[in-house]
């Protein structure tokens, strides 16, 4: 299965009697970034759950190119790669076990080969044999990453990726999600940081209280254009 668009069409979801999401309707193309910025608790990472079929909108629909996600949601689930707040990681396995694990799961051809490139492009070659229980915040979210990739998806779903990163790593970040884009890769990527993504996005949105508003082109840095718009909708 493979797909050209994302499209969130009047998503609302609802958690008892508070709405995260009131009718968002979002749509993301192939070989684009879209950044998706705002406070936490605004529905950015509800949006990129629905994304990754995890979670059902209480209304609106997701579709994947023609395929809605209740379709087939595990055909679906094998060309997305999610990065969530909670990393998936399992503490008690090793950097390259984890992959591994992952990489079975899949059912991926080569496995041995992607584990080593991923392992080489977290820059944790020489750590692949240690528990992840003792890793940095950083290594783990480097780790998080190549997991969430490894399966090379076709939509890529990314909440706070540089949480925890160096300068280093957020340089390499910036430079695995240009290749992603150039791969022709659906990319979207939820963040607070406007200065780390501006380098690299193609279009932005901002999420306020569950409703989603377009950051227009304009004179300023996103940042700014980013506070003048949630100063005009209080």
């Known amino acids: 299965m493979d797909f050209t668009s994302l499209a969130f069409i009047d998503v609302t979801r609802i958690y008892g009697r508070?709405?995260?999401l009131n009718r968002v309707s979002l749509r993301c193309e192939a070989g684009e970034i879209v950044a998706v910025l705002g406070p936490n608790g605004s529905g950015k990472s509800t949006l990129l759950s629905i994304g990754a079929?995890?979670?059902a909108p209480s209304s609106g629909e997701v579709r994947y190119g023609d395929t809605t996600g209740p379709a087939d949601r595990v055909a679906l689930r094998g060309r997305i790669g999610f990065l969530a707040h909670d990393l998936y990681l399992y503490p008690e396995l090793s950097?390259?076990?984890?992959?591994?694990f992952f990489g079975r799961m899949y059912q991926l051809a080569n496995v041995e080969q992607r584990i080593a490139g991923a392992l080489e492009r977290a820059e944790l070659t020489d750590r692949s044999s240690e528990m992840v229980a003792g890793?940095?915040?950083?290594m783990r979210q480097r780790l998080a990453l190549e997991r969430a990739l490894l399966h090379?998806?076709?939509l890529v779903l990314l909440d706070e990726p540089f949480t925890g990163l160096d300068d280093r790593a957020?340089?390499?970040?910036?430079a695995r999600l240009a290749d992603l884009r150039a791969a022709g890769c659906i990319v979207l990527v939820t963040t607070h940081d406007a200065e780390t993504?501006?380098?690299i996005v193609d279009r932005a949105v901002m999420m306020q209280s569950g409703r989603l508003i377009p950051v227009e082109d304009g004179s300023g840095s996103l940042r700014e254009?980013?506070?003048k718009l949630s100063a005009l909708r209080v």
């Open 135 to 138: 890793f940095s915040r950083g």
């Open 225 to 227: 254009r980013c506070r």
């Open 197 to 199: 993504i501006e380098q």
């Open 53 to 55: 079929t995890l979670l």
């Open 152 to 154: 090379e998806p076709r």
């Open 95 to 100: 950097a390259a076990e984890n992959l591994d």
């Open 18 to 20: 508070r709405r995260a």
């Open 170 to 174: 957020t340089i390499a970040l910036q």
